[in-house]
């Protein structure tokens, strides 16, 4: 079993900055593919970006170029550096794991473990 747990959320403005972090705990954190998804209201949850255990990693068209994933295996915590916010950002915002076996998978289901997730909001 894995626990994860969402922070960094809150309310920025169009243009700005934003990290959130997820700490993990329970199984050994390495063995991981660590993963953020983000719902807005009345929309599915989309995927965002993830990484392995090696630190390669891989995001959805929308956010590259202005978001950047980062792991600290030692610390158990993966991070989500988010640059150049706009509107259309504004989720919940959620980390998840699944085990490492060296595909990207970019749908919600094959993930096994979620945190409680955060708010992101981003005014116009």
């Known amino acids: 079993q894995v626990q994860l747990v969402e922070s960094g959320g809150g309310l920025v403005q169009a243009g700005g900055s934003l990290r959130l972090s997820c700490a993990a705990s329970?199984?050994?954190?390495?063995?991981?593919?660590m993963a953020w998804f983000r719902q807005a209201p009345g929309k599915e949850r989309e995927f965002v970006g993830c990484?392995?255990?090696?630190?390669?990693?891989y995001y959805a068209e929308s956010v590259k170029g202005r978001f950047t994933i980062s792991r600290d295996n030692a610390k158990n915590t993966v991070l989500l550096q988010m640059n150049r916010l706009n509107p259309e950002d504004t989720a919940v915002y959620y980390c998840?794991?699944?085990?490492?076996?060296?595909?990207?998978?970019?749908?919600?289901?094959?993930?096994?473990?979620w945190g409680q997730g955060t708010q992101v909001t981003v005014s116009s």
């Open positions: 990484i392995g255990r090696s630190g390669i990693s």
């Open positions: 329970g199984r050994t954190f390495s063995n991981y593919v």
């Open positions: 998840a794991a699944r085990q490492w076996d060296g595909t990207v998978v970019v749908t919600s289901t094959s993930y096994d473990y």
